[in-house]
Every structure is written in structure tokens, then in C-alpha cells.
């Protein structure tokens, strides 16, 4: 299947590291790894992309497997701010988005 | 403008008629996609269009469904003759351009109800 795999939630308390696995087995040589998040009732919001080495910003690190077939995205210190369903997503070379289920972030106070 | 923006933020209407939904992309962006989103399900792809080539029309459910991008900007998905089924989410997002290079940028959608 070409659909990148997430699960379907996760649980993390406020003010510790997450850590949001996908999977993209089938991911090709120039397929980038995106990652949107969405809150209820908004449009999927940017988080973080890359192609083959980690990636930091001011929101969150992205780490991607030697092999490219599986990416984490990290956020270092949970808010409930953060709490939303994230996407992971393979952009294709020319302008396909292979969409996962997404995984739904709960933050515990 | 600063951001994607997409009007009407809700709009109801009666079965059977039609309805237009507009995109603003950010300015200088040349790819523009159109998703649907149905409650609590991820995003279904519709339409993509970039610069001045032919739309990729794949995703369209119907023939009810069109879509135009005049100048290369704004967008306008219609919807001809609603049924309930097309009661959902309509986002629309704008790139930089083709591929995963760029980042995307998506509206906060138009959450349209067929009653």
C-alpha cells in the first residue's frame, strides 16, 4: 500500500517529549517526508518536512531512517497546544500527497 | 494576503442546487490543490492545478464536481446539483511550486452541509 501508516493515537504528559512514528515503506528516492498536525474545526497546519537527513525547527525535530522507510516527528516538550492529529505524508517528485490516517495526539496536564 | 484564504467559511444549502467555493492562494504561489474532507476521516484528494497546466482532475467524484483557477490565482469549486453525500470539509492549500521541496499551506475550508 502505497499510504504512509500512523497510529491511531497516542498519549504523552504535558511538558515531556513526544515522539510520533510513521511508516513509508514504499517511499521513493525523491518522495519528501511531510508532516502537517490539524486542530478541530482548521485546515492542517505545516510542522516540518525533509528528504533524507533530520531536520530542526522552531516547532519540532524530524528524524528519518537511514533507509527512509520510517520518519519520527518530535516535539520536544508537549504542550496541550499540541494536542491535535498529525499527518504524515509522502510529497512525490511531481505533485502527489500520499496521506497516512493520522495519528491523534492526547496531552495529558 | 498572508495566508490561503477560502470563502464561505459554512455554507448550508438545499439538495439539488449548486454551490461555488473559493480559494484565495497565497500570492506567487503556483500549485493549488483542492481536498475534501469528510468528519473525523482524512483528507480525499479532488484537484490539483500548477501554473498554466492542464489540472490534474483525477480525484473529482463526479461529473457534478468542477473546478477553475483564472490568472493562475484564485480558484472556484463547484458543485452542481448537491446531494447530501457532498456534505464535508473543502480545503484548499497553495505551494511554491511541484514536489515535495516546498512546504504547502493550507485554508481553514469551507464546511459545507447539504440539507
Known amino acids: 500500500d502505497a499510504k504512509t501508516t500512523q497510529p491511531n493515537s497516542m498519549e504523552s504528559n504535558e511538558e515531556e517529549p513526544v515522539h510520533l512514528p510513521c511508516n513509508h515503506s514504499?517511499?521513493?528516492?525523491?518522495?519528501?517526508i511531510h508532516w502537517y498536525r490539524q486542530l478541530p474545526s482548521q485546515g492542517p497546519e505545516y510542522v516540518i518536512h525533509?528528504?533524507?537527513?533530520?531536520v530542526n525547527n522552531r516547532m519540532a525535530s524530524l528524524a528519518i531512517a537511514e533507509d527512509r522507510k520510517s520518519s519520527t516527528l518530535i516535539l520536544h516538550r508537549a504542550t496541550l497546544r499540541d494536542a491535535a492529529v498529525y499527518y504524515c505524508?509522502?510529497?512525490?517528485?511531481?505533485?502527489?500527497?500520499?496521506w497516512g490516517a493520522g495519528t491523534k495526539l492526547i496531552i495529558k496536564p | 494576503g498572508a495566508g490561503v484564504s477560502q470563502s464561505p467559511s459554512n455554507k448550508v444549502t438545499e439538495k439539488g442546487k449548486d454551490v461555488e467555493l473559493r480559494c484565495d492562494p497565497i500570492?506567487?504561489?503556483?500549485?493549488l490543490y483542492w481536498y475534501r474532507q469528510s468528519l473525523g476521516q482524512g483528507l480525499e484528494f479532488l484537484i490539483y492545478?500548477?501554473?498554466?497546466?492542464?489540472?490534474?482532475k483525477s480525484g473529482l467524484p463526479s461529473d457534478r464536481f468542477s473546478a477553475e483557477r483564472t490568472g493562475g490565482s484564485v480558484s472556484t469549486l463547484t458543485i452542481q446539483r448537491t446531494q447530501q453525500e457532498d456534505s464535508a470539509v473543502y480545503l484548499c492549500?497553495?505551494?511554491?511550486?511541484?514536489?515535495?521541496?516546498?512546504?504547502?499551506?493550507f485554508g481553514s475550508g469551507t464546511r459545507l452541509t447539504v440539507v
Open positions: 492549500a497553495s505551494s511554491s511550486g511541484q514536489g515535495g521541496y516546498y512546504g504547502y499551506t
Open positions: 500570492s506567487g504561489h503556483t500549485a
Open positions: 492545478f500548477q501554473g498554466n497546466s492542464a489540472p490534474d
Open positions: 514504499t517511499i521513493s528516492g525523491t518522495d519528501y
Open positions: 525533509g528528504l533524507t537527513s533530520n
Open positions: 505524508i509522502r510529497a512525490s517528485s511531481n505533485y502527489q500527497l500520499i
